[in-house]
């Protein structure tokens, strides 16, 4: 009871505080480094289409990872599997959220087929990340011209993710079908404990399990390239497609390597 | 087919044999070319010198003998300062970035022409060698690295195996970014590629001779690349104002260090030695429509080269200030680019963020400046004096790292007949295989390469764009508005035989306009050269 309680009330919290203050770190590194040398690749979306044409590539790419379906169809069907399961569970959560607001603030305002639907979005997303993490985690195991670049922490990245979502999927089959004990367990964190926490989440093994290590791969993830969604902003829109006019940079800098040691990048002339 | 798999932990190893040798029944097959030229890379021949253990071929040319420890602790500090912003705030966030987030997916691999060509030897994945500078990234210079070893970094070890090894390897990429157009994450294995050749050349002193000593080094020194001088190259354009004369009875002048115009025209100089009709082309266009120009006499500012950036970032700087110092002098209004991809990004888009804020000038291509002139209808132009089968290639520097792809087809399309697209084209094109340099860079056994492998795809699209008219005793055209690109099909056609067995020639645009000029006699000799 003790330990889930703690799992349930507190590590929530704290995983989800790591995660921010660890993203945060990481996102400010990259702003912070100098404006580096246009090295843009076109067609670069808003030079045809402004803003619009912009986001639109841009969803397109997060929400079917487009590039992957049209050159590595193969690899798709694994990669979708997790990538759109995660997507599925992103809806779920929020789903949780507004069914917890609703019942901290007006309940039995939402209907009952509300709970069909945060049934059906967490079961699919389970069922789809547990599917792909598995097969993407076989075939970097057995392909050989993938464990080339495969360092133990990547099979260890695969497997985390895996066994989360595996025991999520079967607290859902074995415990709570209709995941009604998700949506309290969110409505309290969110009241921070106005309204109890569901009985089993702080006194079923498997459930107590679960959101373990859950919040510890929400801890975890930071810490590991599975950041790439930050990552990859600045990858696509300050590198891809920056082709800001009229900026120069900063040629104060000092340089120490060996061809110029001493010199000002401004100073390089022969 | 031998798919031997090479693990980043056998660059480390010694070995007197190539980890990967090219076998001609592994590479790409390529269509309507039933004989070709055997394999020979002589690789008795360099054994005794230069490590040859990677796939057999020398790009560089590292010596065998080094001194380790030295060899190591130099490499090691040149990996600090890659990821330093005092030394590297050029590209400092994409490397960051780039090392940090690729998800090993291999979608890029398949973009690859030279993995594709090669027979998918994966020595040649865009990430394998960008694998190899992750892996040293975290294991020297991050806490989990040295925390956790290589259960975070995976396995590498760094040793003068490796160095030299990857070195060549460094120079196994023509840096085309064709595998950034489809990576998923954004990643740019292209540019760990650039930033390996820095590392070697900045920190090590490791470069192609080509690339540096008689590349950058000579051009900043005496004016051009090329060893041309100042003095030789005035020379030069006296013989083609006569030239002009002599091919089409016109009086047409080159204008030389003229003060005040609207455009500085600034070419490769390769183009005044190996096709002159090019320049040639220019001054008659510049000349019909009225234009304001002038060149450069000085030195730097008569070659667009700028080899810095393919290899060397302090290299790519000198040039640049010294080229933007001259346009400033002659105070001109644009500083327009000849017919040369790398050139065209150098001054076009990377150039900008080095050059001080009140020494900027406007940089355009010209094919931007031909596309204007003839959209504006000063020119009169007939495309039947152009009735014969022409197909484009895309620089990657002017169509998918530069952004221009419009302006060569409209153009094409008022001067020729029969423009047929090479497929895939404009943004996914494939690299004429001498990217980055490769072109230029003839030595040791590297140009046997650059034609069976890097060169590959290109042949087999130049021979599928014309397959219909394979069989017609008709002169067929590859248009390549880049000099490099130009050198590197002319090579090709050579090497193929391209010219004797299906009367395939190449050239670049301004040729093609100034011969479908009505008035003027045909511009265009169709003689492979």
């Not at chain 2, 070697?200 to 590349?215: A, C, R, V, Y």
């Not at chain 2, 406007?362 to 504006?376: A, G, H, R, T, Y």
Request: hydrophobic share 40%.
């Amino acid at each position: 009871m003790l330990i889930g309680l703690l799992v349930a009330k507190y590590f929530s919290y704290l995983a989800v505080v790591i995660f921010a203050i660890v993203s945060i770190i990481k996102v400010s590194r990259y702003a912070s480094m100098p404006l580096h040398l246009r090295w843009e690749l076109y067609p670069v979306p808003h030079e045809e289409g402004g803003l619009p044409k912009e986001l639109k590539e841009m969803f397109t790419e997060m929400l079917t990872m487009k590039r992957i379906f049209e050159n590595r169809r193969g690899l798709w069907y694994f990669a979708y599997a997790y990538h759109g399961g995660i997507y599925l569970i992103l809806l779920w959560a929020v789903l949780l959220l507004i069914g917890g607001v609703s019942d901290l603030l007006a309940p039995g305002a939402l209907p009952g087929g509300y709970q069909y639907l945060i049934a059906v979005v967490g079961g699919l997303g389970m069922i789809s990340i547990t599917v792909g993490t598995l097969a993407l985690l076989i075939q970097r195991l057995t392909d050989e011209e993938y464990k080339v670049y495969n360092a133990p922490v990547d099979y260890l990245n695969l497997l985390f993710a895996f066994i989360v979502a595996l025991t999520g999927l079967l607290s859902w089959i074995l415990v709570d079908p209709m995941l009604i004990s998700p949506r309290e367990y969110i409505a309290s964190l969110i009241s921070f404990g106005a309204s109890n926490l569901p009985a089993v989440v702080v006194s079923n093994p498997l459930v107590i399990l679960h959101l373990a290590l859950l919040e510890l791969f929400i801890a975890y993830v930071p810490f590991t390239r599975m950041l790439h969604f930050f990552g990859k902003y600045f990858m696509y829109h300050k590198i891809m497609w920056d082709t800001q006019p009229g900026l120069t940079g900063d040629i104060d800098y000092e340089i120490s390597w060996e061809q110029e040691k001493g010199k000002k990048w401004r100073d390089l002339y022969e | 087919m031998n798919r031997k798999v090479v693990r980043i932990t056998d660059l480390s190893k010694p070995s007197d044999e190539p980890l990967v040798r090219i076998a001609q029944e592994d590479l790409m097959p390529v269509p309507h070319l039933e004989e070709e030229p055997e394999l020979n890379p002589n690789i008795e021949k360099y054994k005794e010198n230069y490590d040859v253990t990677l796939d057999g071929y020398l790009a560089i040319g590292v010596p065998k003998e080094v001194e380790e420890k030295a060899l190591v602790e130099r490499f090691l500090n040149g990996l600090r300062k890659l990821f330093s912003k005092n030394d590297n705030w050029t590209f400092l966030q994409p490397l960051a970035l780039y090392t940090d987030y690729c998800a090993k997916c291999r979608t890029c691999v398949d973009a690859c022409p030279i993995y594709i060509s090669s027979g998918r030897k994966n020595i040649y994945e865009p990430p394998f060698r960008a694998e190899i500078l992750r892996r040293l990234y975290r294991k020297y210079l991050t806490s989990s690295g040295k925390t956790f070893g290589s259960f975070v970094t995976g396995e590498v070890e760094l040793n003068a195996n490796l160095i030299r090894r990857l070195a060549e390897l460094s120079y196994r990429c023509t840096i085309c970014r064709r595998c950034a157009q489809i990576c998923p994450m954004g990643v740019d294995n292209g540019l760990i590629t650039h930033e390996l050749r820095k590392l070697f050349s900045q920190e090590l002193g490791i470069h192609p001779k080509e690339l540096h000593d008689k590349g950058t080094v000579q051009q900043l020194k005496v004016g051009s690349s090329t060893g041309m001088n100042p003095d030789a190259f005035k020379g030069l354009v006296s013989f083609m104002e006569e030239d002009i004369k002599d091919r089409i009875g016109l009086d047409v002048k080159m204008p030389l260090d003229e003060k005040g115009v609207d455009y500085l025209v600034i070419h490769n100089a390769g183009e005044f030695l190996s096709w002159p009709e090019n320049p040639e082309a220019f001054a008659v266009i510049f000349e019909r429509a009225g234009v304001s120009w002038t060149l450069s006499s000085e030195q730097v500012g008569y070659d667009a080269v700028n080899y810095g950036v393919w290899y060397n970032d302090l290299q790519l700087t000198k040039l640049i200030n010294r080229t933007f110092e001259i346009a400033n002098k002659l105070d001109v209004k644009e500083i327009i680019i000849g017919e040369c991809g790398h050139a065209t990004k150098a001054y076009y888009v990377v150039a900008e963020r080095i050059v001080p804020s009140d020494k900027k000038i406007p940089v355009k291509s010209c094919l931007q400046i031909f596309d204007e002139i003839i959209n504006s209808g000063k020119l009169d132009l007939d495309p039947s004096r152009n009735d014969f089968p022409i197909t484009l290639h895309d620089p990657c520097n002017m169509v998918r790292l530069s952004g221009i792809v419009e302006p060569q087809r409209r153009i094409l399309r008022k001067c020729t007949k029969d423009f047929r697209e090479m497929n895939p084209n404009k943004e996914m094109n494939y690299c004429c295989g001498g990217g980055s340099g490769f072109a230029i860079m003839p030595s040791y056994n590297f140009n046997e390469w650059k034609m069976k492998v890097s060169g590959r795809m290109k042949v087999k699209q130049i021979l599928s764009a014309f397959s219909d008219v394979l069989d017609r005793d008709v002169v067929k055209y590859v248009c390549a508005p880049c000099s490099n690109c130009k050198g590197q099909i002319r090579d090709l056609i050579r090497y193929y035989d391209l010219w004797k067995k299906y009367k395939i020639t190449y050239g670049g645009l301004a040729e093609l306009i100034v011969n479908a000029m009505p008035d003027i006699p045909g511009f265009l000799e169709f003689e492979f050269h």
